[in-house]
Antibody, heavy 119, light 110 residues
């Protein structure tokens, strides 16, 4: 199972960021699949953002839920994250991760993609 | 909002034992939070060390162990090695579908 994040390396303040996580070796339609997005500003801690399940149930960070949308495209085997109204403080490496079957932890991580917010 | 707490930094001598902890700003950590520990080296994605409080992930050396100590989750490294120098993050399952990351502990082996 491999996960690969992709998206713009640079976005302008106030723009909307769209990131894609492409799964290989595993179908996002699999019963019990859960996937999350996590971010990490340079030199700072990891922060969980959102989770989507195989049945399309979604969960969001309380502090960011108004800005986040998580979805999946089963035809492309991808999980997508959008974050609106980007600000320089949102500069971070964004990771997607698959959960284990229980959903309690992340058992596979992508390599991450760095997104810089700057005008 | 309840915050997940970790020591910002810790130091251990090679061959020594160190225990990192993971607590809550309000309340106690129990197995119901399914504590998980991740190791991260610079420029790399996190690696799962311990899940469900004390289960080692595949390939993780047995010098890493997890437990509940008092009101916190704990990660103990017994016989620390130079390549254990990393950042360590705990994650707690805070509520259905909601995860809380600690601020991370930077471990120095010297």
């Amino acid at each position: 199972v491999t996960l690969k994040e992709s998206g713009p390396a640079l976005v302008k303040p106030t723009q909307t960021l769209t990131l894609t996580c492409t799964f290989s070796g595993f179908s996002v339609s699999t019963n019990g699949m859960r996937a999350s997005w996590i971010r990490q500003p340079p030199g700072k801690a990891l922060e969980w953002l959102a989770r989507i399940d195989w049945d399309d149930e979604k969960f969001y960070s309380t502090s960011l839920k108004t800005r986040l949308t998580i979805s999946k495209d089963t035809s492309k085997n991808q999980v997508v994250l959008t974050m609106t109204n980007m600000d320089p403080v949102d500069t971070a490496t964004f990771y997607c991760a698959r959960h284990d079957s229980s959903g309690y932890y992340f058992d596979n991580w992508g390599q991450g993609t760095l997104v810089t917010v700057s005008s | 909002q309840t915050v997940v707490t970790q020591e910002p930094s810790f130091s251990v001598s090679p061959g020594g034992t160190v225990t990192l902890t993971c607590g809550l700003s309000s309340g106690s950590v129990s197995t119901s939070y399914h504590p998980t520990w991740y190791q991260q080296t610079p420029g790399q994605a996190p690696r799962t060390l311990i899940y469900n409080t004390s289960t080692r992930s595949s390939g993780v050396p047995d010098r890493f162990s997890g437990s509940i100590l008092g009101n916190k989750a704990a990660l103990t490294i017994t016989g620390a090695q130079a390549d254990d120098e990393s950042d360590y993050y705990c994650v707690l399952y805070m509520a259905r579908g909601i995860y809380g990351f600690g601020g991370g502990t930077k471990l120095t082996v010297l």
